[in-house]
């Protein structure tokens, strides 16, 4: 019952499952699942999938144009994520999940509208320079704010 789902489910946690069987056979034996466990996918990630495949605005399209909407889409998502990297230490917690809390929402997004694999490149680099673009930001907005002592005053409201 527990290792069906694993063997013959088509849901990216089972799919990557078996692709670590595969390539690393040494470390799926060490993380094998007790008998009884049954994995599914959440039923968050399910009915995003769901919804996204439902789309059918951008599958007739063109490569060229499905790749820059994606890639525009991943770098609107990665600037607010880079304004708060800006605030967090790096390489910290906080600082990975600000790097890397869009790669789930733009590859379901890829892979709802059936891109190549090839096109992540062009998916990463858009999401980087949203990032790039989002701390920059941040920094400037940080550094006006230090030099104008007005808007400091405005800025930090206290309540007593």
């Known amino acids: 019952m527990g290792n ?3 063997e013959t489910g088509n849901c990216p946690i ?28 959440p039923p968050a990630v399910v009915a995003v999938r769901a919804a996204l495949a ?7 399209q063109p490569l060229v144009s499905k790749m820059l909407v994606i890639g525009s889409l991943g770098m609107a998502v990665n600037i607010p994520l880079g304004i708060w990297r800006e605030h967090t230490d790096k390489f910290s917690l906080s ?7 869009a790669v789930p929402f733009i590859a379901m997004l890829r892979k709802s509208i059936v891109m190549p694999k090839s096109a992540m490149a062009l998916t990463i680099a ?16 940080l550094q006006h704010i230090q030099s104008n002592p007005t808007i400091e ?6 309540y007593q």
């Open 4 to 6: 069906e789902w694993l």
């Open 54 to 60: 439902r789309t059918v605005f951008m599958r007739p």
């Open 126 to 141: 858009a999401s980087v320079l949203g990032q790039i673009i989002g701390s920059r930001a941040e920094r400037l907005r």
């Open 95 to 101: 600082w990975f999940t600000a790097v890397h809390a």
């Open 14 to 41: 089972a799919k990557s499952c078996r692709a670590v069987r595969g390539v690393l056979p040494i470390v799926a034996s060490a993380f094998q699942l007790p008998p009884g466990i049954k994995l599914k996918c």
């Open 153 to 158: 005053r405005i800025t930090n409201i206290k």
